[in-house]
């Protein structure tokens, strides 16, 4: 099993920045592939970005594409999602998930069945 725990998440005017962090613990001795995924108010919850275990590939929905960073430290088990240039639009409860899987695809990164183990969730407000 695997624990992810977010945190960072908050209040922010819009054109603000905001990092979100994700931090692992337990059964961390194999890597996973990790993805952030957000929840919108009402709305189903959908993909945002996806790093591969490596570190070698990320990818990002359109609407985050420029804006958004992933990262990931391996050494602290700990993923980040830095937002830059916020918007009203990216108010949203944000999830971090995390896939043992040893191919991570695009489709695949996007895809919620994937991964195997999420966290609770940290709120993002984007004023106006």
């Known amino acids: 099993q695997v624990q992810l725990v977010e945190s960072g998440g908050g209040l922010v005017q819009a054109g603000g920045s905001l990092r979100l962090s994700c931090t692992a613990s337990?059964?961390?001795?194999?890597?996973?592939?990790m993805g952030w995924f957000r929840q919108p108010p009402g709305k189903e919850r959908e993909f945002v970005a996806g790093?591969?275990?490596?570190?070698?590939?990320?990818y990002y929905a359109v609407a985050v594409r420029g804006r958004f960073t992933i990262s990931r430290d391996s050494a602290k088990n700990t993923v980040y999602l830095q937002m830059n240039g916020t918007k009203p639009e990216d108010t949203a409860d944000y999830y971090c998930?995390?896939?043992?899987?040893?191919?991570?695809?695009?489709?695949?990164?996007?895809?919620?069945?994937?991964?195997?183990?999420w966290g609770q969730g940290t709120r993002v407000t984007v004023s106006s």
């Open positions: 998930a995390a896939s043992s899987g040893s191919s991570f695809t695009a489709v695949q990164a996007m895809s919620l069945r994937a991964y195997e183990f």
């Open positions: 337990g059964r961390t001795a194999s890597p996973y592939n």
């Open positions: 790093i591969r275990w490596s570190g070698t590939s990320s």
